[in-house]
């Protein structure tokens, strides 16, 4: 991220603040008069923008944590080597009907981190998939549906329609166990 972007956010987040506080544009205006003795945010250089957003936190705006309570806010990157995953885990979320603030909540107890985007460990992720899906199961909520993937069998092994050997689809199959005779 440039200085440019990282700017930009900045000024979104007061922008953003501004609105969720209520302030009327001669309040926000007096503000920045008080604070800098400017008229325009644009003005400010970065480390005031980010003294104003502290600001607005000190006068009760919530910050960008209330962001994520908004449906559709996570999103991954293409880049990200665990990106089919983590997409699966947010559909499964999306299916018992959790916003990504609950799935953040539920990711802290689970597996001690809130940021799905930050999460690049294989074996938590396929945890937080097949807990999920069994949720989905439980509830009476197909999981498979729409073409969804289904969980993978072992950590290690990516999920359906990720690749890897074995059938048409691109998944392996568990071999069927046999039941045994007890009499």
């Known amino acids: 991220m440039d200085s440019r972007d990282y700017r930009r956010g900045l000024l979104a987040k007061v922008h953003i603040a501004r609105k969720d506080l209520g302030l009327t544009e001669e309040e926000y205006r007096a503000t920045l008069r008080e604070m800098f003795g400017i008229e325009s945010a644009a003005q400010l250089s970065e480390g005031q923008l980010g003294d104003l957003v502290e600001h607005f936190l000190h006068r009760g705006w919530r910050g960008p944590q209330d962001l994520s309570d908004r449906p559709g806010y996570l999103e991954i990157a293409d880049s990200d080597p665990y990106a089919r995953q983590k997409r699966y885990i947010l559909a499964l979320a999306r299916r018992l009907g959790w916003r990504p603030g609950v799935l953040q ?3 802290r107890a689970k597996v001690r981190s ?10 938590k992720l396929n945890l937080l998939a097949r807990d999920l899906w069994g949720r989905c199961v439980r509830q009476g909520i197909d999981p498979g549906a729409k073409g969804e993937p289904k969980p993978p069998e072992r950590p290690d092994e990516p999920a359906e329609g990720a690749g890897g050997e074995g059938s048409e689809s691109g998944t392996r199959r568990r071999p069927q166990r046999k039941a045994r ?3």
């Not at 809130?114 to 074996?123: G, K």
Request: cysteine-free.
């Open 114 to 123: 809130s940021s799905l985007a930050h999460l690049h460990d294989p074996t």
């Open 105 to 107: 909540r539920y990711m």
């Open 181 to 183: 005779d007890k009499s």
